[in-house]
């Protein structure tokens, strides 16, 4: 099970990645653009576990779509999200390669909501077969699999849309504070924090088996790209958006010690980022927290602060005041924005392509894990160079096995 991506070349991967705001284009598609306004967009859903019906759901909730087929590796998952949305058994897709079946079929679009790991084979597929891509972040597990999404989404991005769903992108306290932010509200940046502290995730079925690893993939390194990339990479993105770039260099450590009972996965991590012109970004991360959620960023500047907490108050502040608000609803919120963005994009001929600074940001997350794992300071330049492919070598039937759930 390996992740597809050519050989990285460093310098046109970073240029790729440079931009900071994802491109728009106008040019008509041959699949759904210029859609008569009745018209429904024909949904194809990758990944039938908790959050990829609840994506679906909301497609149908405030678009103008049906969800029309449904994939995942489990049968009793596709049938539980073809009973939810009324697909026909025709358009039930199990097993490793059920998908590529269903990008045989009239489907306009796919939500690739698939574990982290096959985000690249997925994507790509799906826009090598002229359907548009909603994706979940992160947008790979590893550097190639950034590079093969980049490199798919730009080939197609005339005809294509290619929308990674980062909520905090479309929140309007969170673009008003970015914006006083690069318009030098509170100055020059010094310093920050980011934080993305977290109880920990069920666990889906007994460990022990690489099916029940496949059930519990968010435990797995290979499968999740632990827990700074899975989840983390929110804030992350943040910084990111914030400091219009990505670190130069990163510092870390952490690892497994509140959460050992199940996969591979570290359960905290501490890293220190270094962004353009020395801007120190402290990050931690954790999953396993009793009574405590933390998921904010802070900006210290040489005029003013910033301080913006998912979920809570978003602001920036110098001696004049600066903007405010707050994001009680953003989680669902954010992805609504995102799915009639979207939507929108296809049915006016306007195809988005944010794969590039979405990458930035699931690279950023990747270079810290790499700095932690290794206990030193690792450069993002190393980090293209070294070009780490991930493979959770898993054993696992190619047809989605009726496999019972054992409960812990």
């Known amino acids: 099970m390996e992740a597809p991506g050519k050989d990285l070349n460093r310098r046109e991967f970073i240029k790729t990645t440079s931009a900071a705001t994802a491109g728009v284009m106008l040019t008509t598609s041959q699949i759904a653009f210029g859609a008569e306004a009745n018209e429904k967009l024909r949904l194809g859903l990758f990944g039938c576990g908790s ?26 998952k596709v049938q539980a999200a073809g009973r939810r949305f009324d697909v026909g058994e025709d358009m039930q897709f199990v097993g490793l390669d059920g998908y590529k079946e269903m990008l045989e079929s009239d489907i306009d679009a796919v939500a690739v909501i698939s574990p982290a790991y096959f985000h690249p084979e997925q994507a790509v ?6 359907k548009h891509v909603y994706l979940a972040k992160p947008i790979a597990v590893d550097v190639p699999g950034c590079d093969a ?7 197609h991005e005339k005809n294509l849309t290619t929308l990674v769903d980062f909520q905090t992108r479309v929140s309007e306290p969170y673009i008003e504070v970015a914006k006083a932010i690069h318009d030098g509200w509170i100055g020059d940046p010094v310093s920050g924090q980011a ?24 435990f797995e390194i290979p499968l999740a790209g632990d827990i700074i990339v899975e989840q983390s990479i929110h804030m992350i993105d943040v910084a990111n958006w914030f400091l219009q ?6 510092m870390g450590t952490g690892g497994r010690k509140a ?17 353009p012109n020395d801007v120190i970004i402290d990050f931690g991360a954790s999953q396993f927290t009793k009574n405590y959620t933390d998921l904010t960023n802070r ?35 954010g992805a609504i924005a995102n799915i009639k963005k979207f939507h929108e994009s296809i049915m006016t001929g306007q195809p988005i392509n944010n794969t590039a600074v979405s990458a930035e940001s699931t690279l950023a997350a990747i270079l810290g894990r790499t700095a932690a794992y290794e206990n030193r300071t690792v450069t993002w330049d190393e980090m293209l160079e070294k070009n780490e492919r991930l493979d959770p070598q898993l054993d696992l039937p190619s047809d989605g096995p009726d496999t019972p759930v054992e409960r812990v």
């Open 149 to 155: 999404v980049v490199q798919a989404a730009k080939k």
């Open 51 to 76: 959050r990829g019906p609840w994506i679906a759901n909301f497609f149908e909730q405030h678009t103008n779509t049906k969800c029309v087929a449904v994939f995942d590796y489990f049968r009793d």
């Open 245 to 250: 770039g990505h670190p130069e260099k990163a």
């Open 259 to 275: 959460r050992v009972d199940v996969g591979d996965s570290w359960d905290h991590f501490n890293v220190i980022y270094t962004y």
């Open 299 to 333: 900006l210290f500047g040489t005029e003013g602060t910033v301080n913006a907490s998912y979920g809570r108050d978003v602001w920036a502040k110098n001696r004049s005041g600066g903007p405010s608000g707050k994001t009680p609803q953003i989680y669902p919120g």
């Open 195 to 218: 934080f993305f502290h977290g109880s920990r995730l069920a666990i889906r079925t007994k460990p022990g088996t690489d099916v029940a690893k496949l059930r519990n993939w968010f």
């Open 125 to 130: 597929a799906a826009l090598e077969a002229g």
